[in-house]
């Protein structure tokens, strides 16, 4: 009885998708369905009603579980943010009103409808591969004594950039840097959540000096992803022993990052970007012009056509299978092609130029634009098999980062150093989900990564065995 109950409930995550799809002749109320489902799904699966959360730990210390923030940030990014873009489509522009319904593009309609219903789909069978695989605490097989964690927290933040660094000079293994630098992110911001709590005085000034040099770098990428989740991650790992405090400044500072960035980062690239200016200067430009911004247009454009890639999406579904076939596992292939650094093949297919032919074939951009426009990892897993290829690669995904994320707590002694430090610093590009290429030669590489680390950290008897 207990196991036909779980499985009922689990069935429940594909409630939105199934009747999404049983209106989908009323492509408004069909996308409204499927839409609103995936907050019944982040309900039903965060609250614990489809599977208990683990007893471990409280709810707010372990929000950097697969569970938590990566289905808020992967499926929160892929399903809720396309409601601009519905609204466009019915003729909306900063929602109001701009044009009549007899003059909605019908077909533009209908395909936002369907691709909504694909992202529904993605989003239950996505967080079906994390719960099935959700098994904590893992058995305990190494520790490391509390009084050194402060201290090594911030050592890995401060080794691990110029190694990155160095990585980003050798040709062929320039990914490590950007695994390496994620990684001292996390580590200094989760030293700085440890070292206030704490009191430790020099501590928290030399973490809070080096999130600021993050954040800085961040404001000077040109792109908005880094500094979101800059404040995001701060207050995840602050959130547990400052509830109240985190709850009011933090959100209004996310909200206020939304809307301002697009601004932002638009005007920082005109300057920075085109020779123009140095970075500081662009910087200081584009901070003047977002603060000073009397274009109403910008920000609506960009939360149309950027904040959701469903634009992109509608463009495949309209392409494939009608004019492109189903990939298969030709993706997969080509992902298995791109592991191998490229340091030991020189000759090796060119990964931006693998994923862009398939870009080309849809029609999404032209051969001779000078424009990337990568399809997401659930466009990928569509074009490799439509519904069942969402349905088995979103499972596939969401259980192999979770799986992946108990073994980083077992290989590093729990919650702290596996899931908050080295899952959360080693394989962000779980959260966002690009490409399969990029992404399964990312993950494994992190993975390779993650092991040598243990071993490092096992040799310099920081890490002990039980």
């Known amino acids: ?38 907050f019944l799904i982040f309900y039903i699966t965060l609250s614990g009603w489809v599977k208990p959360l683990p007893p471990d730990r409280s709810f707010s210390e372990q929000l950097m579980r697969p569970l938590f923030i990566m289905q808020i940030i992967f499926a929160g990014f892929m399903c809720c943010t396309s409601i601009f873009y519905f609204f466009d489509v019915l003729g909306y ?23 909504q219903r694909y992202y529904s789909l993605a989003h239950a069978s996505f967080v079906t591969g994390i719960l099935v695989f959700m098994k904590y605490p893992q058995e305990k097989k190494y520790y490391i004594e509390k009084e050194v964690l402060a201290n090594l927290l911030l050592r890995v933040a401060f080794i691990s950039f110029p190694v990155s660094i160095a990585f980003l000079s ?22 700085l959540a440890f070292a206030i709590p704490l009191n430790k ?16 770098e961040a404001f000077h990428s040109g792109f908005k992803e880094p500094v979101i989740i800059s404040i995001m991650v701060l207050g995840v790992f602050l959130y547990p022993n400052y509830k109240k405090i985190i709850t009011v400044t933090f959100i209004p500072l996310l909200l206020a990052a939304f809307i301002l960035l697009p601004t932002y980062v638009t005007n920082f690239r005109q300057n920075a970007w085109s020779g123009d200016s140095d970075a500081e200067e662009s910087s200081q430009l584009a901070l003047d012009a977002t603060l000073n911004n009397d274009n109403d247009d910008s920000n609506w454009s960009f939360f149309v056509y950027r904040l959701s890639e469903i634009d992109m999406f509608i463009t495949f579904a309209q392409s494939t299978p009608q004019n492109v076939d189903y990939y298969g596992v030709k993706l997969l292939e080509q992902s298995l092609i791109v592991i191998v650094p490229r340091v030991f093949w020189p000759d090796k297919p060119v990964t931006e130029d693998l994923v862009m032919q398939r870009v080309y074939d849809a029609g999404v951009a032209n051969r001779l634009s000078n424009v990337s426009a ?6 990928d897993a569509y074009l490799s098999g439509g519904l069942i290829g ?31 430090l080295i899952f959360s610093g080693l ?12 992404l399964i030669n990312s993950v494994f590489w992190s993975y390779v990564t993650m092991v040598v680390i243990q071993k490092i950290l096992l040799g310099t008897n920081f890490l002990k065995r039980v």
């Open 427 to 438: 394989f962000q590009i779980f959260w966002r989900g690009l490409s399969f290429e990029f």
């Open 1 to 38: 009885m207990a196991n036909k109950q779980k499985l009922e409930r689990y069935l429940v995550l594909y409630l939105p998708w199934l009747l999404a799809s049983i209106f989908r002749a009323d492509a408004v109320l069909s996308y409204i369905i499927a839409w609103l489902g995936s």
């Open 170 to 191: 050798i040709p062929g293994l320039t990914q490590f840097y950007f695994q390496l630098s994620s990684l001292s992110f996390i580590a200094g911001t989760l030293a």
């Open 93 to 115: 522009s900063d929602f109001k009103k701009t044009t009549s319904l007899i003059l909605t593009d019908q077909t533009r309609l209908m395909f936002t409808a369907q691709c």
């Open 201 to 216: 005085s020099l501590n928290t000034i030399i973490c809070t000096l080096l999130y600021l040099f993050n954040l800085y």
């Open 390 to 420: 969402i349905f088995i690669t979103l499972f596939a995904y969401g259980a192999i980062a979770q799986l992946i994320s108990k073994k980083a707590e077992q290989l590093f002694g729990g919650y702290i150093l596996g899931s908050a």
């Open 374 to 379: 990568k399809p997401a990892f659930v466009v």
